[in-house]
């Protein structure tokens, strides 16, 4: 016979579909765990995913009305000549408005609140609208010189349309509440909440003073076939140079989409995570599946199919129920982030549209076969090599698998999570990180699981009980699943508990210190004249004053002799923009203050008649302005330029919730300019923070009151929405992990059970092989849970150390509540697993087991 | 007659741990065309793993088979198994049905994997044959053990094999269902000319075949070809 002519297979790819039906319907109560870890794994990506294109697709479509105009100009002063000829060449502005933060009185009820008052004259909103109730209050609280104010206030002070507001020195009646603004989420303003009042009235309010933080706006209606980025581009730095911007509906609506995009980003990596789990979950599904068909594979074999034939049947099983999974989990993902919007709503900035996006669809569904196959290939791999001897007699050890064709594929599935981290996060550095991170993570779960091993083995316990010395020797026995159940847990254990510690670093960095000596009031805006008057309220009520900050504004105006509009001008200069055009809130003081250290230089605490003051600057100052210890910069105060040099530099922890400053003078300079004061305090409780507001703002209607307390109620209020939606993953986290220990804890059924039964046939009683089994699990769930939970400390010490720059004090609930349920999850998964070991008698079992 | 079946000093051995076992010890013997063959030796004698040398599912040490016209040595793995597939049916001690096929699908496999189109009409008429004409859609679960033998029995002669090598076709059954599935092993071999080998260590089967290969410590014993 010439064996290169003849021998041939004539099966064709029909027939493999054929086969891989056949046995696919057969074995479809098997494949349960794979499908189910393919599912949760791509529901929590596509959930995420289609949500993200949704929001950024709402986001762009709801442009315009989210800035209620096509374009804006704005600027914290007031427009110069040169900004004036331009909205001139422009054809003028169709609505102008000034707005700023201040504190408001409602006469009726005697309360008062922090608001953002904005002046508005013309038809602004010329996109979108102003929801206001009763809605015939949008359009006439500009006729009836009166106010619309935040729906929210009204309700929580109690006020009605019809009452009345007192801004600064003006007092004026509210024509309705206002439920939604263009462009504002409920979340944002709820420190500072919007009133609307009309725009000739502001002037009247008494407000606008020199150090008053004010934002001018200009909206305007693009004529037809305007091309907006043409005009950014055009425009932009024409306005930069004049302290003004150039804001088109299209580059806010990018802005805000990138924005969201972040978040989206760290979600997605947090749903990666359950994928990935998802994979852990179907390598070790299909490790069973595929064991328990080497033997049809070697029968297969026996009667005349390929290496290839019997590799492709179960390939392609495979492959299809990954697209069952896919169109499942994408199904349930696609269900699922219908939710999100309930539970998101004031996070985002318009209402989500949900609609199918296909790009999403294709993605779940072609991520359902490719993770499948690939996370199946090792396994699968075991058909190549199962020899069709293997029918006439079992063999216990088969060939080995090839080691070159294992590494590769490994290597592909690195090379997966590479791209497909980098497909999420659109960054290199971070996708290697992440990479790494989950190598790191499994290796040292991997050498903790080893290291038990041989440490159980070499000092092993010989003095033990019976039951406590087997389910010991388990651990090491050939076969065991000490590795893969270490892993199963720890890596979902280590998942959870990040979560839960970095929302413990997030937190403690909002935290307010509740000393009596840490301020938790600030009050702003204070002239000069009206400080004694001001210190005088407070401590008449027995309240201390903390802090008395002297605030002085000013400009950059040169830099080592080169002055800012020839830096402006200057295309090669790194002078960082902000420097060149911020208003610059200045102090002095003859001392550092907690949250600073000295970095570089000498503190000058005060002088005298000098021509150079020696000023200090924040280390982030000295970074922007490219400057050092010794460089001189000229600062313009109100009109009169003074020079100062560089004497120190300082780190400044701007995450404390206290007045830091970029600038800080030495004393004996500034006192005689034009200022502005600080002045913080501690208020016990809520009643007397009332208290002092309302005869704060009774009497000094332009300072602004910041309690600080409400806003870490808005921040915890925001972390916890965030939270929901990180432990919403989260769950997909442990339902993979539950698969993954369900699917470790029956892959070594069968060899318990085998020892087991020959226990039992031996004499042992039901409750002796109970208490080793477990004991065994109680030993895996322990050392896996715990090792999960310290090197998520681990890791969540050095992310509060490296990213957040924070304290970070742990708390308990991962210890308290984490471990002992992940102990009794694995003692629970195990042993019911096991229960017919128990329950049923020898024989029975053997049968089963060689049937 | 032709000679289907060749085997020159083969040998055979297995490592277990450093020490290295020999399984079979210069074999030499021939099979002719259409002949019933019988291997017999007590426990741990050799027999199936010249079975398994015989039928190519092994590579021997040393030693050449020749199997209806073809050198087994020279073949690759996947080359065997065509082979296997055109000319050999296999029965075996524990049936070795596949659990996820229906008893007609377990016979018509041999023949899809020729690219036959008529696999399912053979398959009916093989099961109608042994007796389970109406057997064909149940899974081999639900069948008695002398059922899967039977189904066992049809799947070998589906592919119409020159050689069918039986494996202690008998070991898992009692005697009256030995029996009839000896029986219609032998029928099967009168009707369609199939040589037949089988592998036992039951005598009384054994002398029912034309002749017997004894087999001791992996070597042929006395008379290696007992012509009865």
């Known amino acids: ?851 | 007659m032709t000679k289907i079946l060749n085997v020159r000093n083969l040998e055979k051995t297995f490592s277990s741990g450093s020490k290295k076992i020999t399984v079979l010890h210069d074999i030499s013997f021939d099979i002719e065309a259409g002949e019933t063959f019988s291997i017999v030796g007590p426990s741990g004698s050799g027999k199936t793993t010249l079975l398994g040398l015989c039928a190519g599912l092994d590579q021997a040490d040393s030693g050449s088979i020749d199997l209806c016209g073809t050198q087994l040595n020279s073949l690759t793995e996947d080359e065997r198994a065509i082979l296997r597939n055109k000319n050999i049916g296999f029965v075996f001690q524990d049936f070795q049905l596949l659990p996820t096929l229906t008893a007609l699908e377990n016979v018509a496999v041999p023949l899809e994997l020729q690219g036959a189109k008529n696999a399912s009409k053979v398959g009916k008429e093989l099961l109608e044959k042994v007796g389970l004409g109406d057997r064909f859609h149940h899974y081999p679960s639900q069948l008695s053990g002398g059922e899967q033998q039977r189904v066992a029995v049809a799947r070998a002669f589906s592919n119409t094999p020159s050689i069918l090598f039986a494996d202690e076709p008998t070991g898992n059954l009692d005697a009256e269902t030995g029996e009839k599935v000896i029986d219609l092993l032998f029928n099967l071999n009168k009707e369609s000319g199939t040589t037949l080998v089988i592998v036992t260590h039951d005598l009384e089967l054994a002398q029912r075949t034309q002749r017997i290969l004894r087999l001791k410590g992996g070597k042929i014993i006395e008379n290696p070809i007992d012509t009865l």
């Open chain 1, 1 to 851: 016979m010439n064996r290169n002519k003849t021998i041939t297979s004539r099966a064709n790819f029909g027939w493999l579909l054929k086969m891989a039906w056949r046995d696919g319907k057969a074995s479809s109560r098997k494949l349960i765990l794979f499908m189910a870890s393919i599912v949760l794994g791509i529901a929590a990506v596509v959930s995420i995913q289609s949500f993200g294109e949704n929001l950024k697709e709402n986001i762009s479509l709801q442009s315009k009305s989210l800035m209620g105009a096509d374009f804006r100009i704005d600027s914290n002063n007031p427009p110069n000549e040169r900004v004036l000829a331009i909205m001139d060449s422009l054809g003028g502005a169709d609505a102008r408005e000034i707005s700023f933060t201040s504190m408001a009185a409602f006469p009726k009820t005697e309360l008062t609140k922090l608001i953002q008052v904005r002046g508005i004259e013309g038809g602004f909103p010329f996109y979108g609208d102003l929801e206001t109730e009763p809605a015939s209050a949008a359009g006439s609280y500009q006729e009836q010189d009166a106010a619309l104010v935040d729906a929210t206030v009204m309700l929580q002070l109690g006020i009605q349309p019809g009452d009345s507001i007192k801004i600064g020195t003006v007092t004026l009646p509210i024509a309705g509440a206002l439920k939604s603004v263009p462009g504002s989420t409920a979340i944002f303003s709820s420190v500072a909440p919007p009133v609307l009042i009309p725009y000739r009235l502001i002037s009247e309010t008494g407000l606008v003073q020199t150090g008053s933080r004010v934002g001018y706006d200009y909206y305007f209606v693009a004529n037809q076939g305007m091309n907006m980025e043409q005009l950014d581009k055009n425009l932009g730095p024409l306005l930069d140079t004049q302290d003004a911007d150039l804001d088109t509906h299209t580059s806010t609506s990018q802005r805000l989409g990138s924005r969201y995009d972040n978040f989206g980003k760290f979600l997605n990596l947090v749903a990666f995570i359950a994928l990935l789990l998802g994979c852990v979950g179907i390598a070790s599904a299909i490790n069973i599946y595929i064991k328990g068909k080497l033997r049809a594979v070697a029968i297969l074999k026996c009667i005349g199919a390929t290496k290839r034939q019997t590799f492709l049947i179960y390939l392609l099983q495979i492959a299809a129920m990954g697209l069952l999974g896919g169109i499942a989990g994408t199904g349930l993902g696609l269900i699922l982030q219908q939710l999100f919007p309930l539970f998101l709503g004031d996070l985002l900035p318009v209402d989500v549209q949900m609609s199918f996006s296909p790009q999403v669809i294709l993605m779940g569904l072609l991520l359902g076969i490719f993770m499948s196959v690939l996370f199946a290939l090792y396994p699968l791999m075991g058909t190549l090599y199962i020899s069709p001897l293997q029918a006439l007699r079992v063999q216990n050890e088969s060939k080995s698998k090839s080691g070159k064709a294992g590494t590769l594929v490994l290597l592909g599935i690195f090379l997966f999570i590479l791209l497909f981290s980098y497909w999420l996060l659109k960054d290199w550095r971070y996708s290697f990180s992440f990479v790494a991170g989950i190598i790191l993570t499994f290796s040292i779960l991997a050498g903790i699981a080893k290291a038990f091993m041989k440490l159980i083995k070499k000092y092993f316990p010989n003095s033990w009980g019976f039951p406590a010395r087997q389910s010991l020797l388990n651990l090491f026995r050939p076969q065991n699943q000490t590795l893969t159940l270490v892993l199963a847990i720890g890596v979902g254990t280590f998942l959870i508990s990040t979560l839960y510690f970095t929302k413990d670093v997030l937190m403690s960095q909002a935290t307010l210190e509740t000393q009596s000596n840490s301020p938790n009031m600030i009050l702003l805006d204070i002239q000069s004249e009206q400080k004694d008057a001001v210190v005088k309220t407070i401590t008449e009520k027995d309240l201390p004053v903390l802090d008395d900050i002297a605030i002085v504004t000013m400009r950059v105006q040169s830099i080592e002799g080169k002055s800012v509009n020839q830096m402006k001008d200057d295309t090669t200069s790194n002078v960082n923009r902000w420097i060149l055009t911020h208003e610059f809130r200045v102090t002095y003081r003859d001392s550092l203050i907690a949250s600073e250290s000295l970095q570089e230089g000498e503190w000058t605490s005060e002088v005298q008649d000098v021509e150079m003051v020696p000023i200090s600057v924040s280390d982030n100052f000295a970074d922007d302005a490219k400057v050092k210890v010794g460089d001189k910069v000229t600062f313009n105060v109100q009109g009169v330029l003074l020079n100062t040099v560089i004497g120190s530099i300082r780190t400044v922890d701007w995450s404390r919730m206290q007045m830091n400053f970029s600038i800080v003078f030495p004393k004996g300079v500034l006192e005689d300019a034009p200022q502005f004061r600080v002045l913080t305090s501690n208020v016990p409780n809520e009643e007397s923070s009332a208290n002092l507001q309302q005869e704060l703002v009774k009497k000094y209607p332009n300072v602004t009151i910041i309690d600080l307390r409400q806003v870490l109620t808005v921040i915890e209020g925001l972390l916890d929405k965030i939270s929901w939606l990180i432990n919403f993953m989260a769950f997909f986290s442990i339902l993979t992990g539950i698969i993954v220990l369900l699917g470790a804890v029956r892959t070594s059924k069968y060899q318990r059970i085998k020892e087991s039964v020959l226990l039992r046939t031996l004499g042992a009683k039901s409750d002796q092989i109970l208490k080793i089994l477990a004991l065994e699990y109680l030993y895996l769930g322990v050392l896996g849970g715990l090792s999960g939970i310290l090197l998520s400390l681990l890791s969540s010490q050095m992310l509060a150390w490296f990213l957040f720059d924070s304290p970070f004090i742990p708390s308990w609930i991962p210890f308290l509540v984490l471990f002992p349920g992940i102990v009794v999850l694995v003692l629970i998964i195990g042993l019911l697993n096991s229960r017919s070991v128990i329950t049923s008698p020898p024989l029975e079992v053997l049968r089963k087991q060689s049937a």
